[in-house]
Each structure stands twice: as structure tokens, then as C-alpha cells.
């Protein structure tokens, strides 16, 4: 995770995937439902490749039809464990989930923010105050360095690590094959975010 004042090309939020494995597709175009896709349109294959990693595997209750996994990533080098699981549309919006087990710092502050009650990190008294953050950077020298909008939730705290949900322009600067994307609504990564759960036999509710 890049943290303010670091001098890096990558937007400030976003957090580096390392040996990430080639692509799985065509990211310009979404792939079919996959046979025997369920919960957030992963396969059995994915669900399987995520719930070996050991920690809280993290996805969207409620995933938009339309919507696809374009990208699965994931990366257990010098910085850690991380995934990001990456969502598109036909019509190139865009979406991600992302993993980190630790190294997260807050990004910039952007123009526009909206709170967020995911009630499986606020629930059973956890008073953190989380939101979505989109639009330009408030800064204005991280305005001029990054120019494109942005949106993404804080680092939602959980049991194994951090999780957030992320728009196109982290997907843009981590994966380059992804350069159409388009951000979502921000109502509707609320709505994504709002209805994170975990991966498990019986999906639970919160942590």
C-alpha cells in the first residue's frame, strides 16, 4: 500500500499485487457465467483457490447481473497476502474486491464521501466510522499527479486482515489490460459494499 509522500506512478490507494499470474480471459470483454457459478459469480474453481488461502475470504453478497468476474489475483510475495477479484460489465464498468493482511494506511482524501455500514464490519460493536471515498483527490498536488477520479471504501477491518472495495482507476494502474474501465455508480458501491460477506459453506453475516 502506498502511503502519502512516496514517490510512485501508482495511484496512492491503491496496493501492489506482486508475481500476480497472467490474466484469466479477454479483460475486455466479460466472460460467460461460468458452470456452476454461485455466490458473487465466482466458480467452484475460484471459490476453491480463494478458501485455500487460510483467511476470511471476503466477496459481494449481491452482485449486479450484468456484472462478471473479469480478473482473479492473487499474490502471496515479500508484501504479503493479497487478492483482488475484478468485475466488469459489457459495457466496461468496473469494480474490484480486494485483500490485504496488513500494510494498509488511509489514502488521500478525496472530494466526495459517503458513509457506509457494511454490517459485517460494523455489527457486534465496532464503532469505526467507514465511507466510500470517490471523485479527484482534495490535494491539490495529488490532484495534479493523478487526475482521474477515484473511488474506493476505507480498509474495512476484519479477523485476517483488511478489505475494501475498489473502481477503476486502481484496477486501471494495477492490471494495464483493464485501461477502458469505467467506475461504477457510487450509490451502487455502496450497495456492494454494504452487502460484503464471507465465503464459506454457509455464508455468514459478519465476522
Known amino acids: 500500500m502506498n502511503t502519502p509522500g512516496g514517490d510512485t506512478e501508482t ?92 500494510g494498509t494506511s488511509p489514502p488521500p482524501a478525496t472530494e466526495s464521501r459517503i458513509p457506509i455500514h457494511p454490517p459485517l464490519f460494523t455489527e457486534g460493536g465496532n464503532a469505526q466510522d467507514y465511507g466510500l471515498n470517490y471523485g479527484k483527490f482534495a490535494a491539490p498536488d495529488w490532484q495534479a499527479k493523478f487526475p482521474e477520479p477515484n473511488l474506493y471504501t476505507d480498509w474495512l477491518a476484519g479477523s485476517s486482515g483488511y478489505y475494501r472495495l475498489t473502481g477503476a482507476a486502481d484496477i486501471k494502474a494495477l492490471l494495464p489490460g483493464f485501461g477502458h474501465c469505467q467506475d461504477i455508480a457510487p450509490e451502487t458501491a455502496v450497495t456492494l459494499a454494504e452487502s460484503f460477506t464471507l465465503i464459506t459453506n454457509s455464508p455468514r453475516e459478519m465476522f
Not at 479483460?27 to 459469480?41: K, Y
Not at 480463494?50 to 510475495?77: C, K, N, W, Y
Open 11 to 102: 495511484p496512492p490507494s491503491s496496493m501492489a499485487l506482486e508475481d500476480a499470474p497472467p490474466a484469466l480471459g479477454n479483460p475486455t470483454t466479460p466472460p460467460p457465467p461460468p458452470p456452476g457459478a454461485f455466490l458473487a459469480q465466482l466458480s467452484p474453481d475460484q471459490v476453491a483457490q480463494l478458501t485455500s488461502l487460510g483467511v476470511e475470504v471476503v466477496v459481494p453478497g449481491t452482485v449486479p447481473p450484468s456484472f462478471q468476474v473479469a480478473d482473479l489475483r492473487i499474490s502471496q510475495g515479500d508484501i504479503g497476502l493479497s487478492y483482488l477479484i475484478v468485475y466488469q460489465n459489457g459495457e466496461n464498468q468496473c469494480f474490484a474486491v480486494e485483500y490485504a493482511d496488513g
